[in-house]
């Protein structure tokens, strides 16, 4: 079976600090994968999408990119934190057109 | 570019009440994604259903492709369904591969 692990669960930065958040895939061998994020209360957005290890697109400019450095894992990260950057970061992957399945989720604060 | 649009915003039950979901999106869906988002913020697949209709438990979903709707059918409520339930379609452009996700219907089912 696959699992999706994301970390961490939750973080408090502070705005103009560094960010990076992880994904890790388990069970399945070269799925896509997407990085999406949720403003409270507001419409989930894909950020990034990647279909293979050192290749990411960037679909939603927000001042963060994605690296993918292994064909599991999937990294989110920022130099400067926004106070924009606030709100709900999923990780998911698809096989194919097949569904698309969501990680738990990192719920971050910038203050 | 592609919307969807979820209706209503949200919706008070008693338990045992059925309910009806509906989504709206602006053109032809490869993919249509039924989810349910937990009051903590995590994301489960519920249906995939691009066409046609599909029972899974308490859940039926009928998705009308040329009429570009699909509803979400729950039957006998009860107080764990209280979430959010979010419709999602996929939509290839510039940029790749994506989900485009509604803002949602919120449903409380009260004991």
């Known amino acids: 079976a696959q699992t999706i692990h994301q970390w961490p669960v939750a973080e408090i930065k502070a705005v103009g600090s560094p960010l990076s958040l992880g994904c890790t895939i388990k069970?399945?061998?070269?799925?896509?994968l997407y990085w999406y994020w949720q403003a409270t209360g507001g419409t989930l957005q894909q950020l990034f999408y990647?279909?293979?290890?050192?290749?990411v697109e960037s679909v939603v400019q927000l001042n963060l990119s994605a690296s993918r450095p292994k064909d599991d894992q999937f990294i989110l990260s920022t130099e400067k934190l926004l106070l924009s950057h606030s709100g709900f970061y999923l990780c998911?992957?698809?096989?194919?057109?097949?569904?698309?399945?969501f990680g738990p989720g990192t719920r971050l604060t910038v203050l | 570019g592609q919307q969807v649009q979820q209706s209503p915003a949200s919706l008070v039950l008693q338990e045992g009440e059925n309910a009806e979901l509906q989504c709206n999106f602006s053109?032809?869906?490869?993919?249509l994604q039924w989810f349910y988002q937990s009051p903590g913020g995590s994301l489960v697949s519920l249906l995939s259903?691009?066409?046609g209709t599909k029972h899974t438990g308490r859940l039926t979903s009928t998705t009308v492709t040329k009429e570009r709707r699909s509803s979400l059918h729950i039957s006998s409520s009860q107080t764990t369904d209280s979430g959010t339930y979010l419709c999602?379609?996929?939509?290839?452009?510039?940029?790749?591969?994506?989900?485009?996700f509604g803002i949602g219907t919120l449903l409380s089912v009260k004991p």
């Open positions: 998911a992957w698809r096989q194919s057109s097949y569904e698309q399945y």
């Open positions: 069970g399945k061998s070269s799925p896509n």
């Open positions: 990647s279909i293979t290890v050192g290749q």
């Open positions: 053109s032809t869906a490869t993919q």
């Open positions: 999602a379609i996929d939509h290839y452009g510039s940029s790749g591969n994506k989900l485009i």
């Open positions: 259903n691009p066409s």
